[in-house]
């Protein structure tokens, strides 16, 4: 698997938006109108102590109609008021209110999204609102830039749900209303429309969204003072448990008496929750570069998805053997058939075709997969699904193929006939497509791997399904490795062109110092998991004694260990040892009755000695709650960790709260930029040593001479993990 990239997916792609400045003067004009409806529906006049109210906190944020957050904001910012308290007070006019909170878009600085910290404080009450919508996609969603969420928020007309619901149509996702998650988003958007108690917002926004208010918002035109105290009780009393999705998009149009309006407004939601459709058509050929590289990353993350899946169906000790170098060097997940058993099958077949002699494995077991190995071959896979996708529909675009594959699930089959249904023409023999996608996917023996993919196992299909559906077992690997297609015996000639090739000793091309830096690097290699495999164990023997299930630890799948115990502002200026890691395992409960490996995620302390003050815990997660929660550190290095989404840990909360203040040195374009360059690994890495094969690795060997032991293994004075 060394092999020479021609370029990232994505470097081709125009960076040409549409007019920013129209974009925002759009968005400020839906927000202008949001607040003139408020107006017609707040008693001003006979509650004049709404004003002050309205204009430092209500805002269009939440989970309802953008009218009635405002609605909601406004009244749950301060106890409701009373008539006493008001009277004799003559409240001033809407067009005096309105005055406050329509931008002049006259002011440049009204076009710079997020505002400065300088100019924030000094902007009206709409544009602040304006911050706090993006800031919410932003900081809820990975990947997306805000460029991308003014775009999704003008297809919803600036109506933050359905915004939200677009996205979530876009990514194939749902999610809960009452996870941590959203909660943080909820507070971000709060922060970074400089509201004076974000708290009181995020409350407001979770009570409304979770109750019945449509009959208090609706036929009252203005609302009543007794409709407000009914309002303000229900704010007082917090949220119920419900879940977001049940709640319709029409569930509060508070303005009944306007009909025309009104049918107006639901034909706008209606056109807006098109989707992708509408969020590609508005683009149109000036996709960006952005917009490509946050599908690539959320393609990447369904594939790690995929990975996580097959490394939990292979047995252990197989693992522990061999399959993990068969997997990382040629386990990729296209193929004939589903993602997860192609990458079994792929690596049953390249452990069978290339096996390693003995002397040459590793001489301890291995209960640890490098994270940045298992990221190499799932960004293997990635380019050959696109290579493959496109060499069988030419016309498609790169973008466009790496849409389909991830509606797809990164199933090539799948994505092919989703390619037929919109009229592209598709051949039916795959075999140059394979050809190509070995090529560029850096298989070593192309040629092979398509003789493979185009034949037939000699299996009958209800066996082998039988075989990939479950958990494999020794015995059925050994099943699935007799009825694999072998490599055809060479001809005479072939077999004396094979001869001066031939590699049968390291010796013959390492050279001293490569031979005593793999030594060194292997030892620090298994220090490295031990001290790994010990954290976790610990952890998973708490899990197990708290649940009264004993767990047993299947394989490590992945770690972030530079994970410190506050916000990652100095992040590149941390010299000393990060506090935290962040881990992801399997491991099965023998006795339990579910007899498949779980995925857990772990927070554990990096001190070789147990600190009290750094717990250490570990929970079960599902790889589908992979992007329902967001953690700055992982994500900024590149770590696709599984985290759990009701769960607090280091990095979900105060990284994200400072950027939405400003006062973050990385903002949310560089941590997705950060994020692309540590995730997009088609490149040869010092790691590659560890599993070193004479006759496979020359290549390598000559590409890294390792000219000074001493100062490249100081390189690796932290976890090579």
């Excluded at 600036?158 to 939200?164: G, K, M």
């Excluded at 497509?433 to 070593?444: I, P």
């Excluded at 992007?627 to 696709?640: I, M, P, V």
């Amino acid at each position: 698997m060394h092999g020479k990239r021609d370029r990232r997916i994505g470097d081709r792609c125009l960076s040409v938006l549409t007019d920013e400045k129209q974009d925002i003067s759009d968005l400020l004009g839906y927000i202008h109108g949001f607040y003139r409806e408020a107006l017609d529906l707040l008693p001003i006049a006979a509650i004049p102590s709404l004003v002050p109210r309205l204009l430092k906190a209500g805002m269009p944020i939440g989970f309802l109609d953008p009218v009635s957050n405002i609605i909601a904001n406004t009244i749950a910012y301060t106890p409701p008021p009373t008539l006493e308290s008001d009277e004799g007070v003559e409240a001033p006019s809407s067009e005096w209110i309105l005055s406050k909170i329509i931008t002049d878009t006259n002011d440049k600085s009204v076009f710079r999204v997020p505002l400065s910290r300088l100019n924030a404080h000094g902007m009206t009450l709409a544009r602040r609102s304006l911050d706090g919508l993006v800031s919410f996609l932003t900081s809820h969603y990975r990947y997306l830039i805000s460029r991308e969420d003014m775009s999704y928020l003008l297809l919803a007309r600036a109506d933050l749900l359905t915004a939200v619901r677009l996205i979530e149509q876009d990514r194939n996702k749902r999610r809960n209303l009452f996870s941590i998650t959203n909660k943080v988003a909820l507070e971000c958007a709060a922060v970074s429309a400089r509201h004076p108690e974000p708290d009181v917002l995020v409350k407001a926004s979770l009570t409304m969204a979770s109750r019945d208010v449509s009959m208090l918002l609706t036929g009252q035109d203005p609302l009543s003072p007794a409709t407000l105290e009914s309002l303000a009780e229900l704010l007082r009393q917090g949220p119920t448990g419900m879940d977001l999705n049940n709640i319709s998009l029409d569930h509060l149009r508070v303005n009944e008496k306007d009909n025309n309006k009104k049918r107006k407004r639901s034909r706008q939601t209606s056109e807006s929750t098109e989707g992708s459709r509408a969020h590609k058509k508005r683009l149109g050929p000036q996709l960006t570069f952005r917009y490509t590289l946050a599908l690539k990353l959320l393609l990447l993350g369904k594939i790690h998805g995929h990975y996580l899946e097959a490394l939990a169906k292979l047995p252990r000790d197989g693992l522990r053997r061999h399959h993990h170098c068969s997997l990382l060097r040629g386990g990729y997940c296209y193929g004939p058939r589903d993602p997860v058993s192609n990458i079994i099958l792929n690596t049953v077949w390249y452990g069978s075709m290339f096996p390693t002699p003995q002397k040459f494995e590793l001489q301890f077991k291995v209960d640890m997969i490098c994270t940045r190995m298992l990221a190499r071959i799932e960004c293997c896979s990635l380019y050959g699904l696109v290579t493959f996708l496109r060499t069988c529909a030419p016309e498609l675009t790169e973008h466009d193929a790496i849409w389909y594959l991830f509606r797809s699930g990164a199933d090539v089959h799948k994505a092919i006939r989703e390619v037929k249904k919109h009229g592209h023409h598709v051949p039916g023999n795959y075999q140059y497509a394979y050809m190509q996608a070995a090529v560029v996917s850096w298989h070593d023996d192309p040629d092979e791997l398509v003789k493979f993919a185009t034949s037939s196992l000699n299996m009958e299909s209800a066996k082998l399904l039988a075989l990939l559906q479950g958990t494999l077992t020794n015995d059925g690997v050994e099943c699935l490795t007799m009825a694999l297609p072998h490599k055809s015996p060479p001809t005479q000639s072939e077999e004396q062109a094979q001869q001066p090739n031939q590699v049968t000793s390291s010796s013959q091309v390492l050279s001293k110092n490569q031979k005593i830096f793999i030594s060194e690097f292997r030892k620090k290699f298994r220090r490295d998991q031990n001290f790994f495999v010990r954290k976790v164990k610990a952890v998973l023997s708490d899990y197990s004694q708290q649940k009264g299930v004993h767990y047993k630890l299947h394989i490590i799948c992945g770690v972030n260990p530079r994970v410190p115990d506050g916000p990652s502002v100095a992040l590149v200026n941390k010299k000393f040892q990060f506090e935290y890691f962040h881990i992801n395992f399997l491991a099965t409960a023998p006795n339990s009755a579910v007899a498949s490996p779980e995925l857990f995620f772990a927070q554990c302390s990096n001190s070789i000695k147990e600190r009290q003050e750094r717990p250490s815990w570990c929970t079960p997660v599902s790889d589908s709650s992979m992007d329902n929660a967001r953690c700055f550190s992982c994500e900024f290095n590149g770590a696709k960790i599984v985290h759990p989404y009701d769960e607090t840990y280091y990095g979900r909360y105060e990284d994200f709260k400072l950027m939405a203040h400003g006062k973050h040195g990385t903002q949310n374009e560089l941590l997705t930029s950060s994020c692309h360059s540590h995730s997009d690994v088609m490149a040869t890495m010092t790691q590659d040593f560890i599993y070193f094969y004479p006759n496979m690795d020359s290549k390598f060997a000559e590409m890294n001479p390792i000219s000074n032991v001493a100062r490249k293994l100081k390189e690796w004075k932290g976890r090579i993990f």
